[in-house]
Structures are given as C-alpha cells and as structure tokens.
C-alpha cells in the first residue's frame, strides 16, 4: 500500500514550452501533497504545499507564477512549469500526505525535467 | 525552524562491514525523524522513523537508529552492509505540532560499499 506515482517519469521540453507533472496517490486519499526539486547531488527542496480544493503555499523564493500547482482531488496533485527555461532543468519529487496520519510522507518515483 | 546537518557527504565501506552515518538536528521545537534512501532517478523510500517510545528505532533493510535527545542526534547503523546498500541516505524532521507537516532534509550521505 502506499504508492504514490508520477508522471512521466522523464521529459525533455523546449525553452519557452509549459510542461504538465502529475502526481498521483493510488491506493490512499492525500489531503496534503508536496513538491519538491532536487538538483544533482543535492537535497530536496520543498517548493510548495498543496492541500486539495485550496491555493498551494509556496516556500519563499519560488515564483508561484512559474510553478503552477493545483490539487484537484484527493488523489491528483499537478506541477506545471510555465514558460520553461535550461535554469529550471532539474528533478521533481512530489509526496503525498494520507489523511489522518501528519507523521507520513509518501513519495512518488520523481519527474527528470530536461529543458533544451 | 529546523535544521538537518549530516556531516559526512560520502561514506566508503567494505561489503560486510558496519556503517554508521550521522545525523544531528537543531530545532525549537519537539520533532518527528526519519531516515530515507534513494537509488538514482528514483524518489526517496523511508527506512525508518522515530515518533515517540523507544530511541531505538528498527527499520527495513537491517537499518536502526537511535534517536539521542540530549545530543539532538539520530544517528543510522547497520551492522553489516552489502552492495545493494549504495545509495544517498537523507535525515529528515518535521515538528510534531505546527509547522504543516513539512519535511526538512539534511545534506544527505552516499553510501558506496565497495568488495
């Protein structure tokens, strides 16, 4: 149980094109779910807090303009990058949160965003 | 706030022997820890976790850590490693009240077990 997905897994996209990362939780209803980006060799940041029906909380420093989140239902959480550029070629991690349970985290495989 | 320091960025060892990699946080707050791993391209799987009972915490794997209050340390072990343990190991706490449940990571440590 506790599986979270994303999709793609991978994309390449041209500068200047918008791209579309969902984040899924299958088997468990996620009020919460969480984005983050991971450079290489890095750790992940967390960009945002998305909890469904309801604007996502952005962490200070990413532009909410850029990064578009919505949380849909409480299953489907999406991440889209607006007019993308090489700077934001990186990888993109979400988490979902089951409802009831604060001290979980589950995270989906992640999203290698490739921007040319 | 808190903050996650994870001292050693690589940590070298030999198939079969012990493994300690260190964790140490600071925070205002009472806190939950965690332990994940990650295998390249892939997201983060947790390992262990420690709430509350217990500062020795069994996790999958043949991990354990042991939660130390006074030292603010979580420190991970495992007693004998093996090749499929390679990997980038992340400390990670979020409070237990406030703070919308966010996870704040450590640096995290590459774990590379040689023969």
């Known amino acids: 149980g506790a599986v979270v997905s994303q999709h793609p897994s991978w994309v390449i996209c041209k500068s200047g094109t918008s791209v579309k990362i969902e984040c899924r939780s299958l088997d468990f209803q996620a009020t919460t779910m969480f984005w983050y980006r991971q450079f290489p060799k890095q750790s992940l940041m967390l960009m945002a807090t998305?909890?469904?029906?309801?604007?996502?909380?952005?962490e200070q420093g990413v532009e909410k303009d850029k990064f578009l989140i919505n949380h849909a239902s409480l299953t489907l959480s999406t991440l889209t990058v607006t007019s993308a550029h090489p700077e934001d070629s990186s990888f993109y991690i979400c988490?979902?949160?089951?409802?009831?349970?604060?001290?979980?985290?589950?995270f989906g495989p992640g999203t290698r965003l490739t921007v040319t | 706030a808190q903050s996650v320091t994870q001292l050693d960025s690589q940590v070298p060892v030999f198939e079969e022997a012990p493994v300690e990699l260190r964790c140490n946080y600071s925070s205002s707050v009472s806190v939950y820890l965690f332990w994940y791993v990650q295998y390249p391209n892939q997201g983060l799987q947790l390992l262990l976790k420690y709430l509350s009972g217990s500062t020795l915490v069994k996790g999958i794997n043949g991990f354990e850590a042991e939660f130390n209050k006074s030292q603010t340390s979580f420190h991970l072990r495992k007693p004998s490693v093996h090749i499929s343990d390679t990997a980038e190991y992340f400390c990670a706490v979020t409070p237990i009240t406030g703070g919308g449940n966010k996870l704040t990571f450590g640096t995290g440590t590459q774990l590379k077990v040689e023969l």
């Open positions: 998305s909890n469904e029906g309801s604007k996502a909380t952005y």
């Open positions: 988490s979902a949160r089951p409802a009831g349970v604060p001290s979980e985290q589950y």
